[in-house]
């Protein structure tokens, strides 16, 4: 089965831009989720999604982060505006049922740079 | 304050050998997974732990848990060089996964 796909690989911008991520997860998985992971720490949670719907955005700086799964199928995460702090890897994953007694199923993720 | 410590943080071992991870959480857990993220790559989900599972075996993997000490161990019996990567333990509770901070391992040929 083909695997978690996401888009672009790397990006560069200036702090104060904006940015989107794109990812596709496995075909017929129904929960995907977002992690940003700064270098040399493990991946924190941003937000999950059940279908369309949002489980857990808890941890999601909802004054410049968005998330959107519009069909259920693929999702979209944007920051306006960037700050320096959020260079990290942004990556995707996947499965099939929102429990976590589930794997995950990662994405490449896009490693995101802010100048 | 970060759920899901490793320790070591870096480990540097010669092909053949064994190598031991060990990961500590702070709260009660439906089950604990390990993943492996080569450098550059996304993570690979290795094992799963249940809360009522004691020890697990995988292939070349032994995972055991501990819920007394909230802790759990990873053992990788006879290395590979094809095993460096960095290890994160994952403590499971409700819906969400909390990671570790992950362990460097270098298997050196």
């Known amino acids: 089965e083909a695997g978690v796909a996401q888009s672009p690989r790397y990006k560069i911008i200036e702090k104060r831009q904006s940015v989107a991520f794109w990812c596709n997860p496995i075909?017929?998985?129904?929960?995907l989720y977002w992690y940003q992971q700064i270098l040399g720490q493990g991946p924190k949670l941003l937000i999950q999604f059940q279908n369309n719907g949002v489980v857990d955005d808890s941890q999601l700086p909802k004054d410049r982060f968005s998330a959107e799964r519009l069909k259920g199928v693929d999702s979209t995460l944007k920051i306006q505006p960037a700050k320096l702090e959020d260079s990290a890897v942004y990556l995707c994953?996947?499965?099939?049922?929102?429990?976590?007694?589930?794997?995950?199923?990662f994405g490449d993720g896009t490693r995101l740079s802010i100048l | 304050s970060q759920q899901g410590e490793e320790d070591p943080q870096a480990l540097s071992i010669q092909e053949g050998e064994n190598a031991t991870m060990n990961c500590s959480y702070k709260t009660s857990i439906n089950n604990l997974q390990w993943y492996r993220q080569n450098s550059g790559r996304g993570l690979v989900h290795l094992i799963l732990?249940?809360?009522?599972?004691r020890e697990k075996h995988s292939g070349r993997l032994r995972v055991t848990l501990d819920t007394s000490k909230k802790s759990s161990s990873l053992l990788i019996t006879a290395s590979r060089a094809a095993d460096t990567a960095s290890y994160f333990c994952?403590?499971?509770?409700?819906?969400?996964?909390?990671f570790g901070e992950g362990t460097q391992l270098t298997v050196n040929p």
């Open positions: 075909s017929g998985h129904a929960t």
């Open positions: 732990i249940r809360s009522n599972e």
């Open positions: 994952a403590s499971s509770s409700g819906s969400r996964l909390t």
């Open positions: 994953a996947s499965s099939s049922q929102p429990y976590s007694n589930q794997p995950q199923h």
